[in-house]
């Protein structure tokens, strides 16, 4: 209790200089009394009794059960209190900005650390004590600086880091070729050189178009600015300037970011036409499970939903129900995404190859500044961020721990996107207000890209300079946007 009553403290002291509320002057002063006075205005200091918080979680989350089981804990835990955790029961996408002053917003939210930030403007949100917190060195600078606001000259976090969401190849592993292990395994590591390298990956999913069985290898919605922007970021091109905090500056085009776009057009060549719009997003997992795609690209929460779908495809092919999802759990497998070519070249042989850096966000809990319970709702996010809870959230949902301890734990994937954050692999959404002017016209780019591809005489990317040219149209656009939305 006493180190709990410490992060109030601290959590009050960055509060009173964020809102300019009316404990300002007492805690301009320097004696122990004026911060004691401080706090009282504003908390008791205590846990408050007999309250219900509303939580507002993600709907993974809720539909596999996590929720239930983290509150149930939590309820247990503080029954001494009569402090309740409810289920805010609101569309994750809700908007604190408008509900919060109403009385009808949740006193702790999950969301992306884009949606999060965007609440600091308006003092939506309290400050959190981050690094007070036990585990705060557990958690990387960079997944710490997804929820950094400066006030005044000062640093605040606003919100604690749980999950990295980033994207994931999925494929089905009993769709290899009989052959890849003398044939497609160059290097004999024992890895497919199809999930290792883009261009194995586009050369297998042109030969499974080319059988004529109406099946396809690689498929994703290409117009998706979070799957499809990493192409752009890893040739160069980044959102704003200033490592995505100035929004005066946009630099989709910059670098060689053509190059990552180019790759795109010619992996649109091996699908089909669906991946101009969100149809692959939405058929994603029934088709995973019917064999009609080997592998997509998508985040490690949505694990779950694929095995639900193929554990049902093989019980329609007679299995038990614990059979069919041993085999599902066997055959569909996650990985990193696979290098690039240094050229972009997707039918060179033997190329150079280079990471592929991705679009990433950093989930997390934070705290209404509309609460009636601040302190029991720093009570819920230090439990519900504990290593226990990241641990099951991780087992049920396929989730990417933020702390260290926890990714290490569970290994494979979750080591290598752990890794793949600090080594700037991840680029984390940029936790500006600005960043929502940015969806809607890159979204746009590439769906035309995508659509070239099955364009006949009219094609409009026919050099990596008109690409170039569309992408430079794109960050006019956002910028003129932001300077729209500025004044």
């Known amino acids: 209790m006493k180190r709990f009553l410490c992060l109030v403290l601290v959590a009050l002291l960055s509060f009173g200089q964020l809102t300019g509320c009316t404990s300002t002057d007492a805690l301009d002063e320097k004696d122990t009394s004026a911060e004691e006075s401080a706090l009282k205005s504003i908390y008791n200091g205590e846990l408050e009794r007999n309250v219900t918080l509303r939580v507002l979680e993600n709907d993974t989350a809720i539909q596999q059960g996590y929720f239930n089981q983290l509150i149930d804990a939590f309820n247990e835990k503080y029954k001494e209190y009569g402090i309740v955790a409810v289920d805010a029961n609101m569309d994750e996408r809700s908007n604190l900005a408008d509900d919060g002053p109403y009385g009808y917003g949740p006193d702790v939210l999950y969301q992306a650390n884009d949606s999060i930030m965007k609440y600091v403007k308006g003092k939506h949100i309290y400050p959190i004590p981050a690094e007070s917190l036990e585990y705060f060195s557990l958690i990387p600078d960079n997944a710490w600086d997804a929820y950094k606001s400066e006030v005044d000259g000062k640093s605040y976090y606003m919100g604690v880091p749980v999950n990295v969401q980033t994207s994931m190849l999925f494929y089905r592993k009993d769709m290899l070729p009989n052959d890849w292990e003398t044939n497609w395994d160059d290097n004999k590591n024992k890895v497919p050189d199809m999930v290792e390298n883009w261009n194995d990956l586009y050369k297998y999913s042109k030969s499974i178009v080319e059988s004529g069985t109406g099946k396809y290898g690689y498929m994703r919605s290409l117009f998706d600015v979070y799957f499809s922007s990493g192409f752009l970021f890893s040739y160069g091109g980044y959102i704003f300037g200033d490592h995505n905090t100035n929004p005066k500056e946009v630099g989709l085009s910059a670098g060689n970011a053509e190059v990552g776009a180019n790759v795109l057009l010619k992996l649109a060549s091996v699908m089909n036409e669906e991946c101009i719009d969100d149809s692959i997003t939405v058929n994603g997992y029934s088709k995973i499970a019917d064999g009609t795609y080997f592998a997509t690209m998508t985040t490690p929460d949505v694990y779950t939903l694929f095995i639900k779908e193929l554990t049902l495809e093989y019980e329609k092919q007679g299995k038990s129900k614990e059979e069919a999802k041993a085999l599902a759990e066997e055959n569909l497998v996650v990985a990193g995404l696979p290098m690039l ?62 702390r260290s301890d926890a990714a290490k734990a569970v290994g494979g994937v979750s080591e290598i996107v752990f890794n793949n954050l600090n080594e700037d692999n991840i680029v984390v959404m940029p936790s500006v207000t600005e960043m929502v002017q940015v969806w809607s016209p890159t979204e746009t780019f590439f769906a035309d890209l995508a659509k070239d591809a099955f364009r006949t005489s009219d094609k409009k990317y026919t050099s990596t300079e008109k690409i170039k040219s569309g992408l430079k149209v794109v960050d006019q656009q956002i910028l003129d946007a932001v300077h729209t939305l500025s004044n």
Do not use: H
């Open 341 to 402: 070519p240094a050229s972009g070249d997707l039918t060179e042989e033997n190329p150079e190859l280079i990471p592929q850096k991705a679009m990433g966000g950093i989930n997390g809990y934070a705290i209404s500044a509309y609460t009636k319970a601040p302190n029991a709702s720093l009570a819920f996010v230090e439990f519900a961020t504990s290593y226990e809870m990241i641990m099951k959230r991780q087992e049920l949902l396929g989730s990417i721990p933020a």
